[in-house]
T-cell receptor, first 110, second 113 residues
Framework: EDKVVQSPLSLVVHEGDTVTLNCSYEVTNFRSLLWYKQEKKAPTFLFMLTSSGIEKKSGRLSSILDKKELFSILNITATQTGDSAIYLCAVDQAGTALIFGKGTTLSVSS | GAGVSQTPSNKVTEKGKYVELRCDPISGHTALYWYRQSLGQGPEFLIYFQGTGAADDSGLPNDRFFAVRPEGSVSTLKIQRTERGDSAVYLC???????????FGEGSRLTVL
């Protein structure tokens, strides 16, 4: 059965800390891996990764994919309270819809 | 509108009632998806459309759930004989083509009493 597993499920840090969120997957016909941020309702797109070893970066957020070991990490440096959200990992398979993990709930305290 | 629009944003109904949830995708997006998200869970795939046809409805939990997209734009998710376990946020998303980045709506929160 295809699956996407995220860890940890929840995390509490202080402002300024660096966090690493993990996503592992077992799917057939892998095409890409996507990260989303969900603050209240609609998930918003962060990154799409298709190739191993190439880091995608946007401000304090970065992500990388390892297609051999079947995982991805999302790093957030110098966290801020506005980073508090659920971070969702999803895998795009050829010919079907995205499969999502359960998400990591990140809480950043001031 | 610029984004995916879903109505109603909140729906409270009684067990056994019929419910319709509507999704208006981004103009020009041919692929449309329905997901269901329960508290503490990631979005769970229900069904997706490519144009007017349901390309994959394998995620629909049972035959009480049905979705249509008659003109290849707006979609309606229909739930018959609602049960308390149907309570969740129903998310709609669209994309220019199958695969890749999805653009999500704000969701419809369904509460079945």
């Amino acid at each position: 059965e295809d699956k996407v597993v995220q860890s940890p499920l929840s995390l509490v840090v202080h402002e300024g800390d660096t966090v690493t969120l993990n996503c592992s997957y077992e799917v057939t016909n892998f095409r890409s891996l996507l990260w989303y941020k969900q603050e209240k309702k609609a998930p918003t797109f962060l990154f799409m990764l298709t190739s191993s070893g190439i880091e995608k970066k946007s401000g304090r957020l970065s992500s990388i994919l390892d297609k051999k070991e079947l995982f991805s990490i999302l790093n957030i440096t110098a966290t801020q309270t506005g980073d508090s959200a659920i971070y969702l990992c999803a895998v795009d398979q050829a010919g079907t819809a995205l499969i999502f993990g359960k998400g990591t709930t990140l809480s950043v305290s001031s | 509108g610029a984004g995916v629009s879903q109505t109603p944003s909140n729906k409270v109904t009684e067990k056994g009632k019929y419910v319709e949830l509507r999704c208006d995708p981004i103009s020009g997006h041919t692929a449309l998806y329905w997901y269901r998200q329960s508290l503490g869970q990631g979005p769970e795939f229900l069904i997706y459309f490519q144009g007017t046809g349901a390309a994959d409805d394998s995620g629909l939990p049972n035959d009480r759930f049905f979705a249509v997209r008659p003109e290849g734009s707006v979609s309606t998710l229909k739930i018959q004989r609602t049960e308390r376990g149907d309570s969740a946020v129903y998310l709609c998303a669209s994309s220019p083509k199958l695969g890749g980045e999805l653009f999500f709506g704000e969701g419809s929160r369904l509460t079945v009493l």
